[in-house]
């Protein structure tokens, strides 16, 4: 079968997903495009051959199209999420799943209703063949006892709409669901460390480098810098501490250079360029369940949920630099 997919959302990572269903993806065709910009969906829908709709409603209740895949800004994700819902089809959603937690509530609730998976949420990093090496060896023991972690999320700079507040939910979320997945427990305190410099690359109204500390039900630690504005490249670093051993994300090059110059790797300049395997793999699951017609897996609703709790503790922390708890309700069946 191949799954007919409306596409909502013509930016940056929606065209870069486009681009992958047309290259990469088995089993799918794009057969909508959605976006408020009329001239964006109408070019799009001509080069891509789909039809263009400018309305997102209308386009999920269309026989034109099979299951969701939504690249739309935060804000109006929820509404378009429900939408899907009602209309019984299945959703990838890119992150967040909703800008705050209690909207993500909402989601879960409708969910719960319906009685099965049916979103997929878009934390790519869990499809990353680093990661899940990762996880491997958390997982077998080797590294014994998890005491700490070291993340680096950097970044070679970010647009001018970026604000201070999404170092926290836009960026950190993605450790902060990586972590859960590498640990297998949840986050229970976040704290926001304002170092007392910053790059002077950074925009007035941002302060970066951040340092944000997280700890986790069993007691690790884990300290993230993010720095989005670190100029030289796409730079995601991941140290797990264990008592008997250490493991670090390896960066995905396959070759390095030797030349007058020295020794040289390429640095990946952007996630779709750093993270293309896992985006890759992430679509192709989501489509191998809609042909098939099985319940979602992967990163879910709840999970989508939970990093929302986190991000508002990190934002009160963010304001005024305490440590704040995440209280985590109990988790329904249909995510166990
Ligand atoms: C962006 O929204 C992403 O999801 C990227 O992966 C992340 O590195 C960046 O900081 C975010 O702004």
């Not at 967040?96 to 993500?104: G, K, N, Q, V």
């Not at 300290?223 to 008997?244: K, Q, S, T």
Request: charged letters at 25%.
């Amino acid at each position: 079968m191949n799954a007919k997919i409306g596409l909502i959302g013509l930016g940056m990572i929606g065209h870069d997903h486009l681009k992958r269903f047309k290259n990469v993806i088995t089993g799918a065709q794009v057969t909508a495009v959605c976006d408020i910009n009329r001239s964006a969906a109408d070019a799009v829908a001509n080069e891509y051959g789909a039809t263009a709709f400018y309305d997102a409603e209308e386009m999920i209740s269309s026989d034109l199209i099979d299951a969701v895949f939504i690249c739309s800004i935060g804000p109006v994700h929820k509404a378009q999420i429900l939408a899907a819902f009602k209309a019984g089809k299945p959703v990838f959603c890119e992150k967040p799943l909703t800008p705050t937690a209690d909207e993500s509530k909402e989601i879960i609730e409708a969910e719960v209703i319906a009685g099965k998976r049916l979103l997929q949420l878009g934390f790519m990093r869990r499809y990353d063949p680093g990661y899940q090496a990762l996880k491997t060896s958390i997982d077998g023991g080797d590294l014994g006892e998890i005491m700490l972690i070291h993340c680096a999320h950097r970044n070679p700079s970010v647009p001018e709409s970026y604000t201070l507040e999404m170092a926290v939910n836009d960026s950190a979320t993605h450790e902060i669901d990586i972590i859960r997945y590498l640990l297998n427990e949840n986050i229970t305190s976040v704290r926001v460390d304002r170092p007392r410099k910053s790059t002077s690359r950074a925009l007035p109204h941002l302060q970066d480098p951040l340092i944000v500390i997280f700890e986790t039900e069993s007691g690790v630690r884990i300290d993230d810098e993010l720095f989005v504005n670190c100029h030289y490249g796409y730079d995601i670093r991941c140290e797990v501490i264990g008592e008997n051993a250490i493991a670090a994300l390896n960066e995905q090059q396959l070759i390095t250079t030797r030349s007058i110059n020295g020794r040289a790797q390429h640095i990946a300049q952007s996630c779709m360029e750093r993270f293309a395997t896992a985006y890759d793999r992430e679509v192709q699951t989501f489509i191998d369940h809609v042909n098939a017609g099985r319940q979602m897996t992967g990163p879910s609703s709840w999970d989508g949920y939970v990093v929302a709790l986190v991000c508002d503790a990190g934002l009160a922390s963010l304001k005024d630099g305490e440590k704040h708890d995440v209280i985590i309700p109990s988790q329904p069946a249909l995510y166990q």
